[in-house]
């Protein structure tokens, strides 16, 4: 992965964290990570805890941030909140799955789109 990419990734992930905290969200994760992958940000909604995949792009050449979220991918978030859940010992009433796109311009700031219950 080239700088640019990683610095566009972890310029996205701070903008999605603010947007959470500014939503009332709590966040009490970020980038979570077990031999089995890594949690973007994990937080709180009232009494729901959101396991969150953030997707940053600075262009639409590759599509929707969204799109990038594949199957697999799901299958393992999935497997990686169980793991999550039972290592933390936290025990919600309800989870979520949620993504955040984030579109980084070229100048100013970025777009955050909060996709609640994404899959």
Known sequence: MTMTRLAVGAYGERCAV????????????????????????????RDVLAFCEVKSRRGGAYGWPGEAVTAA??????????????????????????????????????LVEHIRAAF
């Open 18 to 45: 603010r947007h959470l905290i500014e939503a009332e969200m709590r966040v009490v994760a970020r980038n979570w990570r077990c031999d089995q992958g890594e949690i973007d940000i994990i937080a709180w909604e």
């Open 73 to 110: 991918k799901v299958r393992r978030l999935r497997r990686l909140a169980l793991r999550w859940l039972r290592e933390s010992g936290t025990h919600p009433r309800e989870i979520r799955f949620d993504v955040l796109e984030v579109y980084v311009a070229r100048t100013g700031g970025a």
